[in-house]
């Protein structure tokens, strides 16, 4: 469902994480077996409470434990539930002994002490993509291994587009595909949706045209900045976007582009299936960059993670368990089942191989970023209620791009002291 790739790509619960984090800090982990599982049980914290026994991610993670030579007690959580009981247990020091937790939040559980570093558990992630490792450093230290990763494009509908005279190829930067929404509205139709709503989901909307600005989160009102989100108030004022973005979900969004009157929609890798169900033929391109190529888009995705125990005799087969489940052979079908990009080449390459439609994507991830990266860990989430609400607040007409970006400037500068 898209409801639930969406919480499982982006983690909204990032902000409610951080108002109890403060209570964690400081705090060791699990106090052990008995603080957890004991003796020949291990157990296993995930946010995919979809997959039921006999699924292949149980029967994966049964296989896993097997053969590390222990008994593997899973259970799966909503993202948000997960993050909150996953900072409640290393608190309370009954955390799990192995946790898959969505890449934003890694941070969060990191600085409250709640993790184990790579370094510690001699985890090797040399075989994942740099810019995915991004999402799971805080201070020069990684704190897991990525499982797989989901991000945005532009999907385009075929048929409109050919009516409103526009070869999709000519879409290489923000004034062509300005052009190209010209002409659709022209042709009597509609140009694009997106989510721009006042959550972290607008904020992972509005980032690849932040991003493709040449902006930075530390600068929130940079001249780069203020242009992206003066493309998009444009984009309002001409009718080339409706004003329902202003309140849609990424949901709501592609129920739009659905309806088939609108030739690009931005959504994520997790509207594969329902893609199929439209009454069109449908192409994707990257987000492109102001000046052309593609956009850095935020990672959606998790990272598989040892918490900290006291016992640490038990660490040797969480690095089993975590190495088991993000090898080439298992992430090839685990991401398949996922709908994810596989966090290494070789996998990404198989991935092609069985399915060319998933090229673009696999070019978009390698070309995305973690939003807590660039070690701005912590201090991610009060910038993003930033800049939604800036967004909000020139989209809305309530103040300039310049305005709205400046008082977020103030504002999350004064937050992240």
């Not at 080339?240 to 088939?260: D, K, L, R």
């Not at 399915?355 to 910038?383: E, H, M, Q, S």
């Not at 909000?392 to 400037?409: C, D, H, N, V």
């Amino acid at each position: 469902m898209a409801t639930s790739a969406w919480r499982r790509g982006v983690a909204g619960a990032t902000l409610t994480a951080l108002t109890i984090a403060g209570a964690v800090t400081g705090c060791a982990a699990n106090d052990g077996p008995d603080g957890g599982a004991g003796g020949g049980a291990y157990t296993v914290w995930d946010p995919y409470p979809q997959f039921a026994e006999g699924s292949d991610w149980v029967k994966l993670l049964q296989s896993c434990g097997s053969a590390a030579g222990v008994t593997v007690q899973r259970t799966g959580y909503d993202t948000t539930d997960l993050t909150n009981k996953a900072l409640l247990a290393a608190q309370q020091r009954h955390s799990p002994d192995v946790l898959i937790i969505d890449n934003p939040v890694i941070s969060t559980l990191a600085q409250a002490g709640a993790l184990t570093s790579t370094d510690e558990t001699k985890l090797d992630t040399s075989a994942s993509a740099p810019n995915l490792l991004g999402a799971g450093r805080l201070d020069g230290r990684t704190y897991g291994v990525p499982i797989g990763a989901n991000t945005l494009a532009l999907w385009y509908n075929k048929d409109l587009l050919r009516k409103a005279g526009v070869e999709v190829a000519s879409v290489t930067d923000w004034p062509s595909l300005t052009a190209a929404l010209a002409k659709v509205k022209a042709a009597g139709k509609k140009g694009i949706t997106f989510s721009a709503i006042g959550t972290e989901e607008g904020s992972f909307q509005f980032l690849p045209w932040f991003w493709g600005s040449g902006a930075q989160l530390t600068a929130l009102d940079s001249p780069a900045a203020v242009s992206a989100l003066t493309l998009w108030k444009d984009w309002l004022g001409r009718g080339y976007a409706p004003n329902s973005v202003i309140n849609n979900t990424q949901t709501t969004s592609w129920q739009e582009f659905a309806t088939g009157d609108y030739a690009f929609a931005e959504n994520g890798t997790w509207q594969r299936a329902n893609a199929e169900k439209l009454g069109f033929e449908y192409g994707i391109i990257p987000v492109p960059a102001s000046a052309g190529g593609t956009a850095p888009a935020p990672t959606g995705g998790e990272f598989v993670s040892v918490p900290v125990q006291r016992d640490t005799g038990r660490y040797d087969v969480s690095q089993q368990l975590v190495t088991c489940l993000t090898n080439p052979d298992n992430l090839l079908r685990t991401d398949t089942t996922l709908s994810y990009v596989a966090p290494v080449a070789v996998v990404q390459a198989k991935q092609v191989a069985a399915d060319a439609g998933l090229k673009v994507w696999v070019d978009a991830v390698n070309a995305a970023k973690g939003r807590t990266g660039d070690n701005l860990g912590t201090r991610y989430p009060k910038i993003s209620e930033q800049l939604w609400t800036a967004v909000q607040g020139a989209l809305s007409g309530s103040k300039t791009p310049q305005a709205a970006l400046s008082a977020a400037q103030d504002a999350a500068a004064a937050a992240t002291r």
